[in-house]
C-alpha cells in the first residue's frame, strides 16, 4: 500500500511539474510542426515596404488596408468573449466587401476568433490577413513598475509566447491569465502579417524607466539590438521583440514582422519647450534605434496610433500650422504624418485612425474639423476617407481603421461621472466620444428601433402618454440609447 501511494505521488508530481512547464514556460509534449524544416516568412519588410511572400517565393508589395477589431458586442464586457464563430464569419465578409484585406486585434480573443478566421481563409483564394497585438494591461500600465519589473518584462515576454503559440494552434490549454480562454489548436499563422507589441505607452511609465534603470544603456540579442546610449525603455522593447523573434524561429520555423505599439504622447520628434510642457510631452519612444540582426529575414514596421484631433502639436508652432496638404490646405494632420513617415527607414503603418459619430465632442480638430465627436455618420464617413488619404499621401505602407464595431463597453473622462460603470455594456450612450467610432453600429431593437424621429407617429398609441394639457399630449418612449419624445396637439410650437 504503501508503494502504490509513493508510485501515485510521483505521477502527480510529474503531472504538476508537466503542466507548470507548459503553462508558464511554453513546454509542450505535442508534436510542433516544422521545427526543422526551412524558415517561413509569410511576410517580409524591405525598406520602407512590406511584401506578401507567394508559395513560390515572389515577394508581392502589399499595402496594409485595415480595420480594428475589438472584442466588444452589446450585453457583454470586452472581458466575456461574447461574439460568436458565426458572427465572426459574417464580419469577416462584410470586412472583405467593404476592401479592407486586414484585421487588427490587440490582446488574445476567444477561440471562435481563430477558429472563424481558419475556416474563413483555408479555402479562399483571397484571404483576409491579421495583425496580432500582446496587450500590458492598464495596471502595469499606470503603475509603480518600471519596465524592468518582475511584474512587467517578464510577464511581457510570457504573454509574447502564448500568443505566439496560440497563433500556431499549438495551445491546447490557456487557462486566460493574458486573456481568452479554451483550445488553441488551429493554425493561423500563414495568414498572420505580423505583431504590434504593447499599448500606447504612458509617459510616466517610460519616464519612469529610463530613470530607475539608467544602466541599461544597450541591448545586445540574437535577433536584435539597440546603439548604445539608447533609452532603457526602448532596450527593454528589444528585448521583448528579440523573445518574438527567438521563440518563433527555434519552435515554429516562422518569421513574423514585429513592431513596437506608439503614439504622439511617446513619438520620437522633439517640439519647443512651451508646447512639450503643456502637453506634458516628456520622454520618446524611439524604434529607429532597434535594429535587426541578419538572423532576422522577415522585418520590422513602425506602428502608430495617429487621429487627426489629438494632440495636435503643430498648430501651435508656426512652422507647421500653415502647411498644406496635396489638395493646397492647411492640415497638420497630413503634416504629422509626414514628420512621421520621414524620421523613420521602417514602413509606417497607422495602426489606429478615425474619428466617432457621437454627440459629445472632447477634441477638435480646428483645421478640417475631423473631431472627435459631434459629427454625423455621414460627417464621419467622410472623415475616415479623408484621413486614409491624407495617410497615403505621406507614404505610410498602410493604415488600419479604429473601429470595426461600435463597443457600448466604452467609457469617457467627460462623462464617466454621470454613468454606472458597472451597466455600460447594457446600453448605447450617444453622449460618450470614446463610443460610435464603429463602421459597424449596433441600433437597439431587433427589427427596428421602437420610435423613429421623422414626422411619422406610427409607431406611437395611446399607452405612450404620460401627460395631457389644454388639448396637447406628452408622450414618451425609451430603449437601450434614447429616451424618445413626442408632443401632439392642434397648435404646437415649433
Request: glycine letters at 8%; proline letters at 5%.
Amino acid at each position: 500500500m504503501k508503494r502504490f501511494i509513493i508510485i501515485c505521488c510521483c505521477i502527480i508530481g510529474v503531472v504538476a511539474a508537466g503542466m507548470i512547464a507548459y503553462l508558464n514556460y511554453g513546454v509542450t509534449f505535442l508534436p510542433v510542426p516544422n521545427q526543422t524544416g526551412p524558415l517561413s516568412t509569410p511576410f517580409v519588410q524591405h525598406g520602407k515596404e512590406i511584401y506578401r511572400v507567394e508559395a513560390d517565393g515572389t515577394e508581392v508589395p502589399f499595402e496594409i488596408k485595415g480595420v480594428d477589431l475589438g472584442a466588444g458586442q452589446p450585453g457583454a464586457f470586452a472581458t466575456d468573449y461574447a461574439i460568436t464563430k458565426d458572427t465572426y464569419l459574417r464580419w469577416f465578409k462584410q470586412i472583405q466587401d467593404m476592401g479592407a484585406n486586414t484585421i487588427r486585434i490587440y490582446i488574445v480573443l476567444g477561440t471562435d476568433f481563430y477558429e472563424a478566421f481558419y475556416e474563413y481563409n483555408k479555402d479562399n483564394p483571397n484571404p483576409l490577413y491579421l495583425i496580432h497585438g500582446v496587450w500590458v494591461n492598464d495596471y502595469t500600465n499606470n503603475s509603480h513598475m518600471s519596465g524592468y519589473d518582475p511584474g512587467y518584462l517578464p510577464v511581457f515576454k510570457e504573454d509574447v509566447r502564448t500568443m505566439l503559440d496560440i497563433i500556431h494552434g499549438q495551445r491546447p490549454v490557456e487557462l486566460g491569465r493574458l486573456s481568452g480562454t479554451g483550445s488553441y489548436t488551429k493554425d493561423i499563422s500563414q495568414w498572420v502579417i505580423g505583431f504590434i507589441l504593447g499599448v500606447e505607452w504612458e509617459p510616466p511609465t517610460v519616464a519612469y524607466t529610463n530613470l530607475a534603470d539608467d544602466d541599461k544603456t544597450s541591448y545586445r540579442g540574437e535577433y536584435l539590438y539597440t546603439d548604445e546610449g539608447t533609452d532603457p525603455f526602448v532596450n527593454m522593447l528589444a528585448e521583448v521583440g528579440n523573445e518574438a523573434f527567438r521563440y518563433e524561429t527555434d519552435r515554429y520555423r516562422t518569421q513574423h514582422l514585429v513592431a513596437f505599439s506608439n503614439w504622439p504622447q511617446t513619438d520620437p520628434n522633439e517640439f519647443p519647450d512651451l508646447i512639450a510642457a503643456y502637453f506634458s510631452k516628456y520622454t520618446a519612444v524611439d524604434v529607429e534605434r532597434i535594429h535587426a540582426t541578419d538572423e532576422v529575414k522577415s522585418g520590422m514596421f513602425a506602428s502608430y496610433h495617429i487621429y487627426p484631433y489629438h494632440p495636435d502639436f503643430l498648430r501651435y508652432i508656426p512652422e507647421y500650422a500653415t502647411q498644406v496638404d496635396t489638395s493646397g490646405n492647411v492640415n497638420t494632420y497630413y503634416t504629422y504624418l509626414k514628420l512621421i513617415n520621414e524620421h523613420h527607414s521602417l514602413p509606417v503603418v497607422i495602426s489606429e485612425f478615425g474619428v466617432p459619430s457621437a454627440r459629445g465632442r472632447a477634441s477638435t480638430d480646428v483645421n478640417t474639423y475631423r473631431s472627435q465627436g459631434g459629427l454625423s455618420e455621414t460627417e464621419q464617413a467622410y472623415a475616415i476617407a479623408q484621413c486614409f488619404k491624407d495617410i497615403k499621401d505621406a507614404g505610410c505602407a498602410g493604415c488600419i481603421i479604429f473601429s470595426w464595431q461600435d463597443e457600448w463597453f466604452k467609457r469617457s473622462w467627460n462623462t464617466w461621472e454621470n454613468v454606472d460603470l458597472l451597466k455600460t455594456p447594457y446600453w448605447s450612450d450617444y453622449q460618450t466620444n470614446e463610443q460610435n467610432y464603429g463602421l459597424l453600429a449596433f441600433d437597439p431593437g431587433n427589427e427596428r428601433s421602437v420610435a423613429y424621429v421623422d414626422g411619422d407617429d406610427e409607431e406611437w398609441t395611446d399607452a405612450d402618454i404620460i401627460g395631457e394639457e389644454d388639448g396637447e399630449t406628452l408622450s414618451m418612449k425609451y430603449d437601450e440609447r434614447y429616451v424618445y419624445l413626442m408632443v401632439r396637439g392642434d397648435d404646437i410650437f415649433p
